[in-house]
């Protein structure tokens, strides 16, 4: 059975303007010790399903309307709030884009690790003040010990994701969900965090779930990847598969449009860039979402009457499209 | 606002998807939004029609305000005396609007002078910045904090005599602190813009600057705090009639009416409910007329 | 920390200095003032003392220094009206009630406007909320001379609760302390509310969330602490707002406090208590937002470092 899945999750915002769909039919799924990378641009609905399977979005405009969330067996959207205090930081955990604004700045460092050392698993001060040193060595905060009691704005923004990672990893989680971990980095600071986090992941047997707008940290790092478009997957196989041989149309506009520096000529070529906008989630249409900015979407098409199912195309690698790659290829479409 | 997918298929339009853009200038856009808030309309209606009782009800009332008649003093409420008589025989509905005429008067009379005071201290010191900023604020700061009940008394009595405009005088220089520094704010904040740069670069002097590019960028923040400033000033006005240091009888103002009151009112409390009521309605309305036009103009600062 | 501290307190002195002086320049343009020789009917006595007291002879900057060492010596000079008596005196005498009616105001206005605040903020939009936030909308509004009106009207004579007016057992404390402290307790309920929405919505919430804390701690130690940090910067303007309303709660109560004090004395044209009290008055307010400046230094660490 598989650690997480997600089936037919739909998340709503209940706003004044009207309902935003914001998640409109995802299934995911995740064995124990992998990792899944999800990708899509930004609206797309990825960090809402991440923040819908932990619970973390405020209930009043947000709703978790359909659909069934099923962690170790546990059907996490029939748990009361206490039942899911027990799962949040103990089984799965989650660090969040901005390492800025995620930490308390009138607590310690100190402080906001121990918090969950000392619920979580009941250690006293003393102990949970000395794992704590343990942690933030582990994700490389030199002088840890001297840095516990110091505050966030004393930490630049790689160390103080480092120490968001931490604590996620503090109570030994099942699954790890990073939400755009490094989309706020510098570059070179970058590269450091993700093999931090895959030399952890390792360490502790966790599985993870990354989610990014970046194809490149996805392919270091991802066993599976998950490709969303207006609040649905579009696209999903394992890592490999999916960059060399994409099915979905978004999904081949999203590797061509990634700059390519090993071909003969990169100067004077234009990037590529995928015309047109992604739809307003507040009346969807119904139809396939991406069909506007398809390339090979036509009038009398089935996807423009109505939305394709998502299906197995090959083993493992499911794509929501009339108009996949190989059966493009057999057709003798010009990509 | 559906997004439908264009009907010629064969090349998507870059505007297929999406919601429409539409154009419009900030003030409509303040406009349309003041309008939606429900909260502001109705105290703007209540604003405007108590105005209106203000100028009006003297104009067309049959009786002299002022016409002492013990005949029929302290009566209730009835339908020649709609809002009754006071300890006088004088007709309380025609006073309540003389007092109101002299308290709104006093209140928006003193916040245009605190408007004036503020501006300029503001302008100048933003705009010119520096050490005579500094010292400017050294100075605003020492003040800030300060009481306006005891300055506004020191002030009538260094002046001499209590009349509408001493009032006036005398409230807008205890209060023009907090609209001098927040004028200070936006002009600091508006300096560091773009477009002033341009102006700058493109030779401009600094009144012109100030004049065409500052000032206006700042009205919007100026009409908020006419109607932040105007209760406290009305208030401030009642509480120095209420003290018998404001204004004097025959005059009436909600205030001084209230302190007529003040004696009877265990028997005849509509003396002092009523010019209360008055202060309160009056203050109420500004109040949400100022949130309102704070969300219509900055959108940015509304509460979920 | 330390360094923080004592640059504050130190730069109280100039403050302090100018506001003297500019009272002091405002009171010698009264008509009557001690400051110069007017044909005031004064007894010889008072005369004597009076120009003993204040320098007339001496020019301006000379009165100024001189009065600004009495005022740091605690030497206000004699009321003008009551012959034996000193500004000292009617201070000594009067302050304290009012410092006592200003701390009960506050008091009223923690115990019953900020729980209210937090309470409204936890249940957003609720009928609660609604409520709290009408009850605080109008009791800006009110003018505080109506609602003591009425709070005599109904508690101290139909219903005989309390007394209408006085100061002398602790029933005599209820009433006037809970006017005054009706409009700070309205701007406390709406601020908190305010401040934990918006505490509410910062990110280190979610995270606190996403760590599966106990919804008690993360209200207590993560939102609270961090809302309540305005409020304690919201003290000073307040200060201003309770010295001001006390001049006419006591008027009302006829608490013999000083803001009663300084109408009479300005009526009675006893200038140099109305100076001496107007000094006082000020020296409060720089001393309250001196306090509350500390006070933020020490909850926000992040203030602490941006002054260094």
């Given at each position: 059975?598989?650690?997480?899945e997600?089936?037919?999750?739909r998340?709503?915002f ?6 935003v769909?914001?998640v ?16 899509g ?7 809402v ?7 973390l979005l ?9 659909g069934?969330v ?19 930081g103990r ?8 390492p800025m ?7 310690t460092?100190g402080?906001?690790?121990t ?8 250690l006293?001060?003393?102990v949970?003040?000395?794992r ?26 790689g160390?103080r ?11 030994e989680?099942?699954?790890l ?13 970058q590269?450091?965090v993700l ?28 066993d ?5 478009y207006?609040?649905?997957i ?32 990169p ?7 995928i ?13 396939c ?18 939305p394709p199912e998502?299906r ?13 790659a ?10 | 606002m559906?997004?439908?997918p264009?009907t010629?298929?064969g ?6 998807a ?8 900030l ?5 349309y ?8 309309v ?7 029609l ?9 104009v ?18 009835s ?6 008589t ?25 916040t ?5 005071i ?10 010119v910045?520096?050490?005579?900023d ?29 009349n ?7 409230l ?15 002009i600091i ?18 009144y012109?600057?100030?004049l ?6 700042t ?7 006419i ?6 000033v ?7 009639s209420?003290?018998?240091?404001g ?5 009436a ?9 003040r ?9 002092i409910v ?11 309305c ?6 309102g ?12 | ?14 403050v302090?200095?100018?506001?003297i ?16 020789k007017?044909?005031r ?33 605690f030497?206000l ?9 000193t500004?000292?005196?009617i201070?000594k005498e009067?302050f304290?009630r ?9 008091a009223?206005?923690?115990v019953l ?17 609604y409520?709290?936030m009408f ?9 505080n001379?109506l609602?003591?009106t ?11 609760l ?13 009433l ?12 406390f ?15 280190y ?17 993560h939102v ?9 910067t ?5 200060l201003?707002?309770?010295i001001t309303g ?8 006829a608490?013999?406090?000083?803001g ?8 009675a ?11 006082l008055?000020a020296?409060i ?8 400046d500390?006070?933020y ?12």
């Amino acid at each position: 059975m598989a650690l997480l899945e997600v089936e037919g999750l739909r998340t709503h915002f209940f706003m004044r303007e009207g309902v935003v769909h914001a998640v409109d039919g995802v299934d995911l799924s995740l064995e124990a010790g992998r990792t899944l990378g999800v990708v899509g641009e930004s609206g797309c609905g990825k960090s809402v399903t991440a923040l819908s399977i932990l619970r973390l979005l405020p209930e009043p405009p947000a709703r978790i309307v359909a659909g069934s969330v099923r962690f170790d067996g546990r059907e996490l959207t029939a748990l009361s709030e206490q039942e899911l205090e027990t799962i949040r930081g103990r089984q799965i955990a989650m660090i969040f884009q901005d390492p800025m604004t995620a930490l308390n700045p009138t607590l310690t460092i100190g402080t906001q690790v121990t918090e969950m050392l000392r619920h979580h698993l009941g250690l006293d001060a003393r102990v949970a003040r000395r794992r704590a040193v343990e942690l933030l060595d582990e994700v490389g905060i030199a002088r840890a010990a001297e840095r516990l009691d110091d505050y966030p704005h004393r930490f630049s923004g790689g160390m103080r994701q480092r120490v968001m990672i931490a604590i996620a990893i503090s109570c030994e989680p099942r699954l790890l969900i990073a939400d755009e971990p490094t989309t706020s980095l510098d570059v070179t600071v970058q590269a450091q965090v993700l093999d931090l986090l895959d030399d952890l992941r390792h360490a502790h047997q966790m599985a993870m779930i990354l989610i990014t707008h970046n194809m490149g940290v996805v392919a270091e790092t991802a066993d599976d990847v998950a490709v969303m478009y207006a609040g649905q997957i579009v696209e999903q196989a394992p890592a490999a598969e999916l960059f060399s041989r994409p099915e979905h149309p978004y999904t081949e506009a999203l590797l061509a449009s990634l700059p390519d520096l090993e071909r003969s000529d990169p100067r004077g070529t234009r990037l590529t860039t995928i015309p047109g906008r992604p739809p307003d989630l507040i009346s969807p249409p119904d139809a396939c979402r991406f069909a506007p900015r398809c390339p090979y979407a036509n009038l009398e098409d089935s996807c423009v009457q109505a939305p394709p199912e998502l299906r197995e195309i090959r083993p493992g690698h499911l794509v929501r499209t009339a108009h996949p790659a190989s059966e493009r290829a057999l057709a003798g479409v010009a990509p | 606002m559906t997004a439908a997918p264009s009907t010629d298929l064969g090349r998507p339009p870059v505007e297929s998807a999406g919601a429409p853009i539409r154009q419009s200038s900030l003030w409509q856009d303040a406009w349309y939004r003041y309008i939606r808030n429900r909260g502001a309309v109705i105290a703007s209606v209540i604003f405007l029609l108590l105005l209106a009782y203000c100028a009006l009800a003297p104009v067309f009332s049959p009786y002299d305000p002022n016409e002492v008649d013990f005949a029929i003093a302290h009566q209730a409420p009835s339908w020649s005396h709609p809002l009754g008589t006071d300890q006088f025989g004088r007709d309380l509905f025609t006073r309540a609007a003389l007092g109101g005429r002299i308290s709104i008067g006093i209140g928006f009379g003193a916040t245009l002078a605190i408007l004036l005071i503020g501006v300029s201290y503001g302008a100048v010191s933003g705009f010119v910045g520096g050490r005579l900023d500094n010292a400017m604020m050294r100075f605003l700061d020492a003040l800030y904090g300060l009481p306006y009940l005891p300055f506004a008394i020191l002030a009538l009595a260094i002046i001499g005599t209590v009349n509408f405009w001493t009032m006036v005088i005398a409230l807008s220089i205890a209060s023009w602190f907090i609209t001098a520094r927040v004028v200070r704010g936006q002009i600091i904040t508006l300096k560091e813009n773009d477009y002033v740069r341009a102006a700058r670069a493109l030779g401009a002097r600094w009144y012109r600057i100030l004049l065409r590019h500052l000032l206006p960028n700042t009205l919007g923040v100026l009409i908020i705090t006419i109607f932040l400033e105007l209760p406290g000033v009305i208030l401030g006005e009642a509480f120095l009639s209420f003290l018998g240091l404001g204004i004097n009888p025959p005059d009436a103002s909600w205030g001084s009416m209230a302190q007529d009151g003040r004696d009877a009112y265990r028997a005849y409390p509509y003396i002092i409910v009523i010019p209360s009521i008055a202060i309160a309605t009056l203050v109420l309305c500004a109040n949400f007329i100022a949130d309102g036009l704070r969300d219509a103009l900055d959108p940015r600062t509304r509460e979920t | 920390m330390a360094a923080y501290i004592i640059r504050r307190i130190v730069w109280t002195v100039p403050v302090v200095l100018l506001v003297i002086l500019m009272t002091f320049l405002l009171m010698r343009e009264i008509q009557g003032n001690p400051f110069r020789k007017t044909e005031r009917a004064v007894p010889a006595a008072v005369q004597a003392n009076l120009e003993r007291k204040f320098n007339l002879d001496e020019p301006w900057y000379v009165q100024y220094a001189l009065y600004t060492k009495g005022v740091f010596t605690f030497d206000l000079g004699p009321s003008l009206v009551l012959r034996d008596r000193t500004v000292n005196d009617i201070v000594k005498e009067q302050f304290p009630r009012s410092i006592e009616l200003g701390l009960l105001a506050f008091a009223w206005a923690l115990v019953l406007g900020v729980p209210a605040g937090v309470l409204a903020a936890l249940r957003p939009n609720s009928r609660f909320d609604y409520g709290a936030m009408f009850f605080s909308n109008v009791g800006f509004a009110l003018p505080n001379f109506l609602v003591a009106t009425f709070l005599i009207y109904f508690v101290a004579l139909r219903w005989g609760l309390l007394p209408t007016s006085g100061w002398t057992s602790w029933e005599h404390r209820i009433l006037p302390s809970f006017t005054l402290g009706l409009v700070p307790m309205a701007y406390f309920a709406r601020l908190v509310r305010g401040t934990m929405l918006e505490t509410l919505q910062q990110d280190y919430v979610r995270t606190a969330r996403s760590k599966g804390l106990p919804h008690r701690r993360i209200v207590l130690v993560h939102v609270l602490r961090n809302s309540l940090i305005p409020v304690v910067t919201a003290a000073a303007p307040l200060l201003g707002y309770i010295i001001t309303g006390s001049f006419i709660v006591e008027n009302i109560y006829a608490v013999p406090g000083i803001g009663r004090y300084y109408v009479t004395a300005v009526s009675a044209r006893d200038y140099s208590v109305v100076m001496g009290l107007t000094v006082l008055l000020a020296i409060i307010v720089i001393v309250a937002n001196l306090v509350v400046d500390i006070l933020y230094g020490i909850l926000d660490p992040r203030t602490r470092e941006a002054h260094a």
